[in-house]
């Protein structure tokens, strides 16, 4: 049973070994895992799943809770990933990024592993997720770290907020050197009218896609700090390896 959706799995069906069937499925199904490239209907096949599961809960996420200081302000932010950023991971992060929100669904769970018990990660008081510029939304017609944030807070519970607002022109972190992340994403978020208030003394979890060297977390953590929150961690998909 898919812990998931509650449905019975594919592979426990036993005619699915069968190869011939397995393709003629994929008649039906028209998509391929891109983990071992079986017919499946969801992003990603349960089996694949599982495998990215364990590497959760095993910690094998290298930055599962990693924990990065801001230079000179001393906040420390604790980050938690649901995986590294490569192979199948990076490929759903991909997917979820240039093809659809439906690889938002195994990426959310992900993360909810990652979660764990720790009150922090799934009971703040305040949820909320990086907001991305105008343009990029139209062309996708979503915001990734939105579609997560919402997921995750419907399994959670919880009301997601759309605190966070660019308040200063910044260009597209990606294909960015470290510094160039960290001096394109400075100061670049503030609060959006009506959160001043509102923060004081919360605890605030920052959902994004994915983690490279914090400058675009932190620099969406600022504001909440600087406003009173009492606390502020950072889920996201994915890691990127630090070496
Ligand atoms: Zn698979």
Not at 90 to 106: D, H, I, Q, T, Y
Not at 148 to 158: A, E, F, P, T
Not at 225 to 230: D, F, L, N, P
Request: charged share 25%; proline share 5%.
């Amino acid at each position: 049973m898919c812990l998931r959706t509650g449905r019975k799995r594919i592979y426990e069906y036993p005619f699915m070994k069968n190869k011939i069937i397995n393709e003629l499925c994929g008649l039906l199904f028209q998509d391929r895992c891109p983990g071992c490239a079986t017919f499946c209907q969801e992003p990603v096949c349960p089996r694949c799943f599982d495998g990215l599961a364990r590497m959760v809960h095993g910690g094998n996420c290298l930055s599962e809770s990693s924990i990065i200081a801001y230079q000179g302000r001393g906040y420390l932010l604790r980050v938690r990933a649901g995986g590294t950023y490569r192979g199948l991971v990076k490929e759903l992060v991909l997917g979820l990024k240039n093809s659809g929100r439906r690889f938002a669904v195994p990426l959310s769970e992900l993360m909810l592993i990652a979660a764990g018990n720790d009150p922090s990660f799934i009971s703040p008081d305040i949820v909320t997720f990086v907001p991305t510029t105008g343009n990029k939304r139209k062309e996708r017609g979503y915001n990734p770290p939105e579609v997560l944030s919402n997921l995750l807070c419907k399994r959670l519970g919880l009301r997601r907020v759309d605190a966070l607002q660019i308040i200063r022109r910044m260009r597209d972190q990606d294909g960015l050197s470290a510094q160039e992340r960290w001096e394109n994403a400075n100061e670049s978020f503030g609060l959006r009218a009506g959160f001043e208030k509102v923060v004081c003394e919360s605890r605030v979890l920052i959902v994004d896609d994915v983690f490279t060297t914090g400058a675009t977390l932190m620099n969406c953590a600022i504001p909440f700090v600087e406003h009173g929150a009492r606390e502020v961690c950072a889920i996201v998909a994915a890691a990127t390896r630090r070496e």
